[in-house]
């Protein structure tokens, strides 16, 4: 995944939005071409069955993984955890929430973004990181002239 800014520039790390963690939550939960991503969901232990409950702690583990990684590169000693919470009802929208493949991509880059890919402290990243590139893929073969171009 793309860690830099065009032109070379590092980004920094941050806490991504709650908005940013339901869209991915929402649409790993609810595509179906991502059956096999929440199958490893699955085998680890989280289930994404729509529900409100699973959608709320999938998009709060997610936000604990990043916060834990701002914690680490940038907090003095001193700070915590936020101990928030990401709360998704159905009426949030975001549940039966229709997005473009670019935009899921975008907070799943985004999310990935400010995590450590090389060692990762939590099974799920490579789980997201592999989503990503899946979804990144799919994007870039659904381009207009892609099958027109010659292999090799």
Same mark, same amino acid.
């Given at each position: 995944m793309l860690r830099y800014r065009p032109g070379g520039e590092s980004m920094s790390k941050m806490v991504v939005s709650d908005a940013c963690l339901k869209r991915i &939550? !929402?649409? $790993? @939960? !609810? #595509?179906? *071409?991502?059956?096999? &991503? *929440?199958r490893a969901l699955t085998e680890g232990g989280i289930d994404l069955d729509g529900s409100s409950a699973s959608l709320t702690a999938f998009a709060t583990r997610l936000l604990l993984i990043n916060e834990r990684e701002y914690v680490t590169a940038y907090a003095t000693h001193n700070e915590k955890m936020s101990g928030r919470t990401v709360w998704m009802k159905y009426d949030d929208g975001f549940i039966a929430w229709s997005m473009s493949d670019l935009e899921a991509f975008k907070a799943m880059q !985004?999310? $990935?973004c400010q995590l450590d890919l090389e060692e990762p402290q939590d099974w799920v990243i490579p789980v997201i990181d592999r @989503? @990503? *590139? #899946? $979804?990144a893929e799919m994007i870039i073969v659904a381009l207009p002239g892609y099958d027109e171009l010659p292999w090799g």
């Open positions: &939550t !929402s649409f $790993l @939960a !609810s #595509d179906p *071409r991502f059956d096999h &991503t *929440r !985004s999310w $990935l @989503a @990503a *590139r #899946d $979804l």
